[in-house]
C-alpha cells in the first residue's frame, strides 16, 4: 500500500479518527504502551474501526518511517449505509439490486465484481467491516473506476445486513455449491440480493442459514468451482435478463 493511503504516528491518527475520516483499520504493535496509546484507544472508543494488533516486523513493512507503532489505513472512498440505500432505491420505484461478499478477501476479485455490479446496475454492494477486503487504490483500478461511483455499504456484518434486507422485503439469495437449485430456475423479479462467498471457504453456514434460497452453477470440468468475480458475473446477468433489461437496451 502506498504511503499516501496511510497515517502513521499515535497523534496523526488519533486527530485522524476524531476528523471522522474513513478509515479502514488500524494496526497497532503488541506490546506498545504510554498515555497517547491511552488516548487512542479512548478516541476508538464507539467506532467500528478495525484495530489489530500486530508484531513491530509487520509495521515496518508498510512504511520505514517513524510510525511510533501505530498505522491507520485509509479508505479510497466514503462508505455509504445500506440503511440509507434501500429507502431510497424503493423511493424510485424501482426493486433494489444488491450484491453481498461473504469472506472475501482478493482484491483484484473485489474490483472485477464491482466492476461488474455497476455495469449491470446494481443499486449497492456490500462488505463486512472485518474479515473482508477493503476500497484500497489496487480495487479502485482493477474496478476500471466503477468503486468510485458504485454505492459501497461496510456494515458490522453480511449476517445483519441480510437481516435487515429481509425485513426490507429482498429476497436474499446464496451462491453455493451445497444448493441443489440451478441458478437459472428461480425468480428474481423483485428486490432481490445475492451473497457470494470466498472461493475457499464459500458462504458462511450462518449466513447461508438465513437467506431465502441457496443456488448453483453447473460445473461440468473438472476444476471445482468457478473464480468468484466469474460466477458474480453470471448471477448478476441471469438477474437482468429475467427483469427484461437486456431486452430493453437492444
Do not use: W
Not at 496511510?6 to 471522522?20: L, T
Not at 424510485?92 to 455490479?117: E, H, S, Y
Amino acid at each position: 500500500m502506498k504511503e499516501n493511503e496511510m497515517i502513521f504516528g499515535i497523534r496523526a491518527v488519533i486527530e485522524a479518527v476524531q476528523a471522522g475520516k474513513e478509515i479502514d483499520k488500524i494496526l497497532i504493535k503488541k506490546d506498545i504502551q504510554g498515555e497517547l496509546v491511552r488516548e487512542l484507544f479512548d478516541v476508538l472508543k464507539g467506532t467500528e474501526i478495525p484495530v489489530q494488533r500486530v508484531p513491530v516486523e509487520r509495521l515496518t513493512r508498510h512504511t520505514r518511517k517513524n510510525h511510533q507503532g501505530v498505522i491507520a489505513f485509509i479508505s479510497s472512498i466514503t462508505y455509504q449505509r445500506l440503511e440509507d440505500i434501500i429507502p431510497f432505491v424503493y423511493e424510485q420505484g424501482k426493486n433494489p439490486f444488491i450484491v453481498l461478499l461473504d469472506g472475501i478477501t482478493d482484491v483484484r476479485n473485489f474490483g472485477a465484481i464491482a466492476r461488474t455490479c455497476e455495469c449491470a446496475g446494481v443499486d449497492a454492494i456490500v462488505i463486512p467491516g472485518k474479515g473482508s477486503v477493503t476500497v484500497n487504490a489496487d480495487a479502485v483500478k482493477t474496478s476500471a473506476g466503477a468503486l468510485m461511483t458504485l454505492p459501497v455499504c461496510k456494515e458490522k456484518s453480511i449476517n445483519q445486513a441480510i437481516r435487515y434486507l429481509k425485513e426490507c422485503g429482498v429476497k436474499v439469495f446464496a451462491a453455493s455449491e451445497k444448493a441443489t437449485e440451478n441458478y437459472t430456475n428461480v425468480s428474481y423479479d423483485g428486490p432481490v440480493a445475492i451473497v457470494m462467498g470466498a472461493e475457499d471457504t464459500g458462504v458462511s453456514m450462518d449466513n447461508l442459514r438465513i437467506c431465502d434460497e441457496m443456488v448453483k452453477i453447473p460445473v461440468l470440468g473438472t476444476i471445482q468451482s468457478l473464480n468468484v468475480s466469474v460466477a458474480s458475473s453470471i448471477l448478476m446477468y441471469e438477474v437482468i435478463r429475467q427483469r427484461g433489461f437486456v431486452e430493453a437496451v437492444k
